[in-house]
């Protein structure tokens, strides 16, 4: 007996069609997508090189419909393309050989790039390769779906292009529309987007006359007259006439097909939006909201799809054999009826349960699966069908047959389309779940172990998705393409970052009596050259040799060695999570599955522990001992050279002043001091603040608004007493407040583990240095929690001894966790007297503290008399700088220049920036003699305890800290929600008219001017949305409070307000309502309380019918 045939006759299609049929259920409103992109989409045809502006928007295209909860597949032509820039060859070759080799080199080139970019969204993707033979199989094709749905379903983007490599003929002719269509056919996609060089079909060539007009929506693919004269491009193969052959299999397979222009993807979104809330069988669907989609070409989907078994059968390209039939077997199969083997003339081909074609008069009539194997076939051709046990010994149907009616199609003549089932539903856009497929939409791989506020895994390319479409903010020159490390600020954003400064203002430039100053940006070089920031501020870089790419040392390194713990743990079989620590970066790099040696995973761990700490050498040397290369290209990068992180600038039209654009604001506030200190009548100690920007050449920005080149900074500069151990008069306040650390010796071991300790106890112990810093450690977690910081997710990590700047000699961070791990949001940096002290030795300017003392101090000391009568006419205008020098002298100096003036009569003294560096100096000039001194005021340099906080980690760090999402009742998805406390959401109230009834427009104006007066932000949402939607947007702006003006309002004066986590709401007069919302923005109540106070209210906030 041979092996039974899968059972076919009632498949997954099928059932699918036949559970729709039955459905009354709406579809879900997840989407397929696939998007098409020729080679002279991607790839430049003069230079060959990939376009990446036009690549980066497809990518972020795609994301967003993922995030939309749609799945995405993406078939990519152009590795011929890239090969030929690889390979610097100008024109494409027409030799088969040197054809799939460009093909081999330009798909790696290919699918690297779109790895790159889609990772920079922390997007996955998958590649698939495959030939019209992978078609022709049907357990290849089966295997092939399956791994479709596989990789949909977990979140992932497939991106396919034909094998070029083996598939000869698709070199030779360019076939990826084609590919396109039947990749959506076996996907049972929804959308087929074919990206070419114009918006649209039009009936006439357009460049040719003027008059032509646009073809928006094709409904019979026979009926169209178009021009299709569009003949590829120098680089691909395809052209419009391939797109018109892929809209009528895609049509065929119930696909809606687009042809849209490649050069603006977002045509795809918009087009993606307005077609389903078109098509939407919600009732609510808000499609006003929704604009015209751009143009485009839409072929609608044939009524009658072809099920998956059919398109499969129809468009196989090689059949592993041939049945030739007669005239009347022919005629039977044109009723509908089974092939017979009665009917059989002849087979050719060698095949078991297989598609064939079956031929009469060499002409061929259709494909089918067949019930037996090529032999068999020939053994009962001819025969009756009941004879066919008797001959075989078995027989596999009743009647028996060749190949059932199902298992049959035709080529080309509707009438051959067997057994096609109209759905009962309307034809819509979307899939029903059907057994064996369930159609979901599927979760985003997450980016990290970090989670939401109601502890839910976080999705970072939502988050990102919202604040984007919110505009939070959004990259700086985008429609330029952008630049790496420049953002805007939309007006959430600039609110969101204005409320986090004027709390910051208050809870520490008011609060401790700071002095508040703003400097300029602009920095000559000496000033950073005294600073250290000229040769010390830098960062170790490297280059790959191979594509000239600039890599960051330390986090090339760190990439690597977990890329390859993470190929160990996977080759032990162990889960791969992300770790918590150290940071993580959104840019992911994979190693294979390789199991390692176990001391050598201990080096790795090692290495990571200590990554911070090593200098350019080293890193360079770790390169070298683990042989460590761009997984980009497979080459190991230079060795690492220092790059300073200013951007450098010339001051005035001459060019002759070089300066630079501050990398902090301390600079402005060091020089400021001696005037700081007279304006604070001398008293000691006080701090200086100031919020502004400032500026950092990074070498590898990413992350958002986590690594940039511009930002916002608050720094202050607390200046102490060294004397008497920088004590805080103030710390008995805070000494109660725990903290959590991480200090040095823990991680010298290698250990990330934290310690959970009071403050007090932990300057008690030595642990932090001293009671300033660890007053101002507190005063940082108590402004941290006071803006709605997680404080679980809040931790103070202690600088190693050599990865602190070269002017501290204490630095803890404020570390937030994030989906890019632990992220340093505020340095607490104890600068002792670096600053202070570099800066007056290089001007000479007293930057000093002086004060009375309580008791006259008295000494011996050697000192210095200049007679200034001679001395100035000696040294003429070096007088200062041989003085200068002469009183700079130690003790032990004057010492021994005393002995030799009284023994010799002169000295000679080295004073910079004279002739030959050195002068002499006689007895008649200057007199050095031991005697007593009496100071009656001590002169000391101030140290410094700098916390410096960066204001956009913070934002962004809060907004991860506050975003959830709510499950609602209605069966929709998941809505996002911001929990910003009142103080510093960017709209504290939102006013909601329940609809558009004029009686509502003047209660709205003057409750919203009302809280304007009272100093609240407010924002109207009047459009035409229903209230769940205009609340579920306003959710995602993290606005706390919402009032609804409604028909009671207008007869008894009374609203409703609704608290954004709750959803609950109360209802009160006017003047009750505003008095609320005062008390909750202003921290005097929380909503619990005033839900206690005022009448509860129950109402319908998802769905509310406008009278």
Same mark, same amino acid.
């Given at each position: ?57 497809? #990518? ?92 949909? &379903? ?110 603006? =993807? ?52 090689? =059949? ?38 079956? &031929? ?91 989670t939401t506020l109601k502890g839910q895994p976080l999705d970072k390319a939502v988050l990102d998705a919202i604040l984007r479409r919110r505009l939070f903010y959004t990259p700086s020159f985008e429609i330029y393409g952008g630049v790496g490390g420049l953002y805007d600020y939309g007006p959430p954003g600039c609110s969101l970052q204005a409320n986090i400064v004027d709390l910051w203002r208050k809870h520490f430039i008011l609060e401790e009596d700071m002095l508040e100053v703003d400097c300029t940006v602009l920095t000559p ?26 890599? @960051? ?24 999570? %992300?770790?918590?620590? $150290? ?46 290369? /761009? ?9 690492? #050279? ?42 000691? $100690? ?10 950092? /050449? %990074?070498?590898? =920005?990413?992350?958002?608004?986590? @690594? #940039?080149? %511009? ?21 008995? &306040? ?148 041989? %003085? ?11 010492? !021994? ?13 080295? #004073?910079?920036?004279?002739? /030959? ?13 031991? @005697? ?66 004029? &009686? ?12 304007? /007066? ?73 909503? !619990? ?19």
């Amino acid at each position: 007996m041979p092996v039974q045939q899968e059972p076919l006759a009632e498949t997954a299609d099928e059932a699918r069609l036949a559970q729709a049929q039955a459905s009354t259920m709406k579809r879900p409103r997840a989407l397929t997508v696939v998007i098409k992109l020729g080679t002279s989409s991607i790839v430049d045809e003069q230079t060959h090189e990939p376009l990446l502006p036009i690549l980066t928007l497809i #990518v972020d295209t795609a994301v967003k419909l993922r995030k939309n909860g749609h799945r995405v597949v993406i078939v990519s032509s152009g590795a011929i393309g890239v090969g030929l820039r690889r390979m610097d060859i100008d024109k494409r070759p027409k030799h088969l050989a040197q054809l799939q080799a460009l093909a081999a080199i330009g798909q790696c080139r290919l699918i690297s790039l779109w790895d790159s970019l889609f990772g920079h969204l922390s997007q996955p993707i998958a590649q698939i390769l495959l030939t019209r033979n992978d078609i022709a199989d049907r357990t290849r094709y089966i295997n092939a779906q399956n791994t479709f749905n596989q990789l949909m &379903e977990t979140g992932v983007i497939p991106i396919v292009n034909e094998n070029d490599t083996l598939a000869v003929s698709e070199i030779k002719f360019g076939d990826n529309d084609t590919l396109s269509a039947i990749t959506a056919a076996m996907i049972h996609a929804d959308m087929l987007f074919l990206m070419t060089d114009v918006d649209c079909l039009y009936d006439k060539n357009p460049r040719s006359h003027p008059d032509a007009r646009p073809i928006e929506v094709v409904k019979d693919i026979s009926d169209l007259e178009a021009d299709v004269s569009s003949a590829g491009s120098a680089l691909g193969t395809g052209g419009m006439s391939t797109k018109i052959v892929a809209a009528k299999l895609g049509t065929l397979a119930g696909v809606t097909t687009i042809i849209t222009r490649s050069s603006n =993807p977002g045509n795809i979104l918009a087009i993606v939006r307005y077609l389903t809330r078109a098509n939407s069988d919600d009732e609510a669907a808000d499609v006003a909201e929704v604009p015209a989609p751009p143009l485009h070409t839409r072929f609608l989907p044939s009524n009658e799809p072809i099920q998956d078994r059919y398109f499969w059968l129809l468009h196989t390209p090689n =059949p592993h054999g041939t049945i030739y039939i007669d005239a009347g077997c022919h005629r039977a199969l044109l009723d509908k009826a089974g092939l017979l083997p009665v009917g059989v003339v002849d087979v050719q081909g060698q095949f078991a349960q297989q598609e064939v074609r079956w &031929e009469g008069l060499a002409q061929e009539v259709g494909r089918a699966l067949v019930n037996y194997a090529a032999p068999e076939i020939k053994r009962i051709m001819g025969h009756q069908s009941v004879e066919i046990g008797g001959i075989l010994g078995y027989a596999d149907s009743e009647p028996s047959l060749v190949a059932a009616r199902p298992h049959l199609r035709g080529p080309t003549p509707p009438t051959l389309c067997l057994h096609r089932r109209r759905l009962a539903a309307s034809p819509k856009l979307g899939k029903y779940q059907t057994p064996g497929f369930k159609r979901t939409t599927p979760r985003a791989a997450m980016t990290s172990t970090a989670t939401t506020l109601k502890g839910q895994p976080l999705d970072k390319a939502v988050l990102d998705a919202i604040l984007r479409r919110r505009l939070f903010y959004t990259p700086s020159f985008e429609i330029y393409g952008g630049v790496g490390g420049l953002y805007d600020y939309g007006p959430p954003g600039c609110s969101l970052q204005a409320n986090i400064v004027d709390l910051w203002r208050k809870h520490f430039i008011l609060e401790e009596d700071m002095l508040e100053v703003d400097c300029t940006v602009l920095t000559p070089h000496n000033v950073l050259k005294t600073s250290g920031h000229v040769d010390k501020f830098a960062d170790w870089m490297c280059k790959d040799p191979k594509n000239g790419d600039i890599l @960051r040392a330390d986090h090339f390194v760190e990439a690597v060695l977990e890329a390859r713990l993470n190929g160990d743990k996977e080759a032990r079989g162990q889960k791969v999570e %992300e770790k918590d620590d $150290p940071k993580k970066k959104k840019k992911k790099t994979k190693a294979e599955a390789v199991k390692l040696d176990d001391a050598l995973v201990k080096e790795y761990e090692e290495v990571l522990a200590r990554i911070d700490n090593y200098d350019g050498p080293e890193l360079g040397q770790l390169i070298k001992k683990y042989d460590l290369k /761009n997984p980009a290209t497979g080459v190991m990068p230079s060795d690492p #050279v220092a790059f300073n992180l200013m951007f450098q600038t010339s001051i005035g039209p001459s060019s002759n002043l070089p300066g630079y654009l501050r990398p902090e604001t301390a600079q402005g506030q060091f020089l400021n001091f001696a005037k700081l200190l007279d304006f604070n009548q001398g008293q000691m $100690p006080f701090a200086s603040a100031s919020i502004g920007k400032s500026y950092r /050449n %990074e070498i590898s =920005p990413r992350a958002g608004l986590l @690594r #940039v080149r %511009e930002f916002l900074m608050a720094e202050i500069e607390h200046f102490v007493d060294p004397q008497g151990g920088k004590k805080h008069s103030r710390f008995h &306040e805070v000494e109660h407040i725990e903290l959590v650390l991480l200090d040095r010796d823990t991680q010298l071991a290698g250990k990330t583990t934290t310690r959970k300790i009071a403050i007090g106890r932990a300057v008690k112990e030595g642990l932090v240095d001293n009671e300033t810093l660890g007053y101002f450690l507190a005063r940082i977690h108590l402004f941290l929690e006071r803006i709605g910081v997680d404080l679980s997710k809040m931790r103070f990590r202690q600088h190693m001894q050599n990865e602190m700047a070269h002017y501290a000699c204490d630095c803890w961070d404020a570390e937030l966790f994030t989906t890019s791990g632990w992220v340093e949001c505020v340095g607490c940096a104890d600068r002792s007297a670096y600053d202070l002290s570099v800066h007056a030795k290089k001007t000479g300017a007293p930057l000093v503290v002086r004060e009375r003392r309580e008791e006259p101090l008295v000494f011996d000391e050697w000192q210095v008399d200049i007679e200034m009568k001679k001395f100035g006419p000696m040294f003429k205008k070096n007088a200062k700088a041989v %003085e200068t020098a002469l009183l700079a002298t130690s003790q032990e100096q004057r010492e !021994k220049l005393a002995k030799e003036l009284g023994k010799a009569g002169k000295i000679t003294l080295e #004073v910079p920036g004279v002739e /030959n560096g050195k002068v002499d100096l006689g007895s008649d000039s200057i007199k050095i003699e031991f @005697r007593k001194r009496v100071e009656n005021t001590r002169e000391f340099t101030p140290n410094v305890i700098e916390p410096s906080f960066g204001i956009g980690r913070i934002l962004y760090a809060l907004i991860e800290h506050n975003f959830w999402t709510r499950a609602i009742d209605t069966g929709d998805e998941a809505r996002s929600v911001l929990s910003f406390p009142p103080a510093v959401a960017p709209i504290k109230v939102l006013l909601v008219p329940l609809s558009s009834s004029p &009686e509502f427009k003047p209660i709205i104006k003057k409750l919203s001017q009302k809280l304007r /007066n009272l100093g609240v932000s407010n924002r109207v949402d009047d459009s035409s949305a229903s209230i769940g939607k205009r609340y579920s947007r306003n959710d995602e702006l993290g606005t706390p409070l919402g009032i609804t003006v409604d028909f009671q309002t207008v007869q008894d004066g009374t609203i409703t307000l609704r608290d954004r986590d709750s959803t609950s709401q109360v209802r009160a007069d006017e003047g009750r309502i505003l008095e609320a919302i005062k008390s909750i923005v202003d921290g005097a109540k929380d909503w !619990k309380k005033v839900a206690s106070e005022l009448p509860k209210f129950e109402g319908q906030e998802v769905e509310v019918a406008a009278r």
